[in-house]
């Protein structure tokens, strides 16, 4: 029912940036958690930053300083800007979107969008 759909994903020299975009369409409950996660070939998939509707952010270690989480909420949609890229950004990024009604959780994912960081 919710669909989430990335985009701003391609190839960019070391020390350049990008700018992630995910939109998301459906029946989407108001408290909800945002997030970012990224996945490099032969590695775990990992969390890059979370967002969630109280405003509140989280990062990873590896990107503190470098990316930036954040939200439009008149358009349903979370952005990931990427500075300072490294090589070991390089992964597709998929943004989640998990929230909780009652018993129930809804953990949704985008397609993806790959992030390719060359030197």
């Known amino acids: 029912q919710v669909q989430l759909v990335e985009s701003g994903g391609g190839l960019v020299q070391a020390g350049g940036s990008l700018r992630l975009s995910c939109a998301a369409s459906?029946?989407?409950?108001?408290?909800?958690?945002m997030g970012w996660y990224r996945q490099a070939p032969g590695k775990q998939r990992e969390l890059v930053a979370l967002?969630?509707?109280?405003?509140?952010?989280n990062y990873a270690d590896s990107v503190k300083g470098r990316f930036t989480i954040s939200g439009d909420n008149a358009k349903n949609t979370v952005y990931l800007q990427m500075n300072s890229l490294k090589e070991e950004d390089t992964a597709i990024y998929y943004c989640?979107?998990?929230?909780?009604?009652?018993?129930?959780?809804?953990?949704?994912w985008g397609q993806g969008t790959q992030v390719t960081v060359s030197s």
């Open positions: 967002l969630t509707s109280g405003g509140t952010t």
């Open positions: 459906g029946t989407i409950f108001r408290a909800n958690t």
């Open positions: 989640n979107l998990r929230f909780r009604i009652i018993s129930r959780e809804y953990d949704y």
